[in-house]
């Protein structure tokens, strides 16, 4: 069963449907030779549009697809706060595809990308041979479009016979070029499979041509391509997770500039000897384009202190613009990265930066958490205000909380099953939630049902099947209006949990580091201003056109950029609107949005 859950997880897809599986592009025309062009696109036969038929008869995805994209879309939509595409018109919207991602979620980032394909592309993905073996997973996962793989022949063209059939259709398949799900702070492997994948189909299309295997679940049976072929393209995609293992945490898919098979490199591939030299070149290729869409840090405690000082600078949601979110982050890591020559400023403010982090970590809250609640030293006066608060949103809560306690609990295990493995922790909570809440949906159903026919003495059909139906549409809006307010309801039990676990004597040692390093960052903030270091001066370019973009929906006092082009402008003041006397009404207003 867990296998069956994998496998069906990890072929999610995008749910919108294409009205053929034909990719209606122009022919190929490769510079190399005008003979070898002849060879693989081939001239138009009688059978064209039988083939043609055929193959709109029997499309590479099945309505399994459309049913597992429902579930995972339902739940990237419930876990995630906010997913953000950027760079979307980078993808062609037809002709052959690798999307080439990293992989730092495990089963996560196949449905993060399947579900977020631009121009509703769908995406193969690769499966071991041995998976097909049973006639139940054998429909299941040919129905969604998974391609089944020989590992163990050494033979390229047959290990990608498969991956040539659904290129040659104008499909897009997506690997990993990692190799496998990880935690560290920046990509540490990429294999040349992808490379190999590339070059292979350029050397099978100029060999055969529009050919296909004829197989059933790849070509859909049949023996010759339709439309003409072309070579494939190479989009590399980031998936930047603000937080992986966190709930509601906010996602940036940010796809690169695709990248073209170079004539010259697939004319020295398909030259004996000079295989592994041509992978090598276009692999080098590949992995730039990857750094290029991903965060990568020398060490983890850069990516730390990064993560606390964009907090620092976008103190109202404590991560700025979500599309310029792996940019910035980029540009943080490299300001907070210690090199040979880095000042003593850049190095104290550091060292503060990570005990600031390892404190407020030992709490299990944020620096956005830990500034909300206590903008004021009086720990036990804010734990009631806390607690009131709670007293107020819950309520309302309460109800819509009930009817997804089977959900919590799914996630909940499914965070305790793997503690030490983050990639696995997300994907747990997810794939456990997931179930748990559809084995509810029956239940509520007939709960709703019976209570709407409980008076008749016999069986209404009719009116069971509006029963039925309102059952249903009862449910829906259930979750919908959970996902509406969990933010809220959620953000007042941390900020209560936080309160709790923060005492008198911890507090005030972490109350005069957090100022301490907000201090350091201003003077910090000055001398990159001067030296016009070229990290600061990329991200201040960034904030400036984000703001621009943004100023007239966003309120005066969230802008954290002043007439002088501070980042940080104001560090925060110790006084609290409800414990204090109040102040001007700006400051009344200010401090009623956040809260």
Not at 8 to 28: G, I
Not at 36 to 53: C, E, H, M, V, W
Not at 320 to 325: D, K, N, Q, S, T
Not at 457 to 475: A, K
């Amino acid at each position: 069963m867990r296998l069956l859950i994998s496998s069906l997880v990890v072929v999610t897809q995008q749910n919108k449907t294409r009205s053929s599986c034909l990719s209606h592009s122009k022919a190929y025309n490769h510079p190399i030779s005008t003979r070898s062009t002849a060879t693989y696109i081939g001239q138009p036969t009688s059978d064209t549009f039988l083939n043609k038929r055929r193959a709109n008869e029997k499309m590479p995805f099945g309505p399994t697809y459309d049913i597992i994209n429902t579930l995972a879309r339902w739940s990237l939509n419930s876990y995630f706060h906010t997913i953000t595409i950027s760079n979307p018109h980078e993808v062609p919207p037809t002709g052959p595809v690798i999307v080439a991602a990293n992989h730092w979620n495990m089963t996560i980032d196949p449905a993060m990308l399947s579900s977020r394909m631009p121009h509703g592309r769908r995406l193969h993905y690769w499966a071991k041979n041995t998976l097909f073996k049973n006639p139940i997973i054998n429909f299941i996962l040919l129905d969604a479009g998974n391609i089944p793989v020989d590992r163990t022949t050494r033979n390229n063209q047959l290990l990608f016979k498969g991956t040539f059939d659904v290129l040659k259709l104008g499909e897009c398949v997506a690997l990993f070029p990692e190799g496998t799900s990880y935690t560290e702070p920046k990509i540490i492997q990429v294999k040349d499979g992808i490379a190999w994948t590339a070059l292979e189909y350029a050397k099978n299309l100029r060999l055969t041509g529009q050919e296909l295997s004829g197989s059933e679940g790849t070509a859909g049976g049949l023996v010759r391509a339709p439309e003409a072929v072309e070579d494939v393209k190479v989009i590399v995609c980031g998936l930047n997770y603000t937080d992986k293992t966190r709930y509601r945490a906010a996602v940036q898919v940010e796809y690169s500039t695709p990248i073209t098979l170079d004539p010259t490199v697939v004319e020295r591939f398909m030259t004996a000897g000079e295989e592994k030299a041509a992978v090598k070149l276009l692999i080098k290729a590949i992995e730039a384009r990857l750094r290029s869409v991903t965060v990568n840090a020398d060490d983890w405690e850069s990516l730390w202190t990064a993560q606390i000082l964009r907090q620092f600078i976008w103190p109202l949601d404590g991560l700025g613009p979500l599309h310029h979110y792996r940019h910035n982050m980029q540009q943080l890591v490299n300001i907070m990265s210690i090199k040979e020559d880095s000042p003593p400023s850049i190095k104290n403010f550091r060292t503060d930066l990570i005990e600031y982090h390892r404190q407020l970590t030992a709490v299990d809250t944020t620096h956005l958490e830990f500034v909300q609640v206590f903008p004021t030293r009086e720990a036990r006066a804010r734990l009631a205000i806390e607690a009131a608060r709670c007293l107020c949103i819950w309520p309302f809560f309460c109800l819509l909380a009930l009817a997804h306690l089977p959900v919590y609990i799914g996630a909940y295990v499914g965070s305790r099953l793997q503690p030490d493995e983050p990639e696995s922790m997300a994907q747990n909570k997810v794939v456990l939630g997931l179930f748990s809440g559809l084995a509810m949906v029956p239940i509520y159903v007939t709960m709703i049902v019976r209570m709407l026919v409980a008076e008749q003495e016999e069986r209404d059909w009719t009116r069971l099947m509006v029963g039925t139906m309102v059952g249903l549409g009862s449910v829906i809006v259930m979750h919908v209006m959970h996902d509406g307010m969990i933010d809220g309801a959620y953000g007042a039990w941390k900020r209560l949990r936080t309160c709790w676990r923060l005492k008198e004597d911890r507090l005030d040692e972490l109350w005069d580091l957090r100022d301490r390093c907000l201090e350091a960052w201003t003077a910090l903030e000055i001398e990159l201003r001067t030296q016009n270091h070229p990290a600061f001066t990329s991200l201040l370019a960034t904030h400036h056109s984000s703001l621009s973009s943004s100023s007239k929906s966003l309120a005066p006092s969230s802008s954290p950029i002043n007439s002088s082009d501070r980042i940080l402008n104001h560090l925060p003041v110790d006084h609290d609107l409800i414990l204090d006397p109040p102040v001007d009404e700006k400051s009344l207003l200010r401090c009623k949005k956040t809260l």
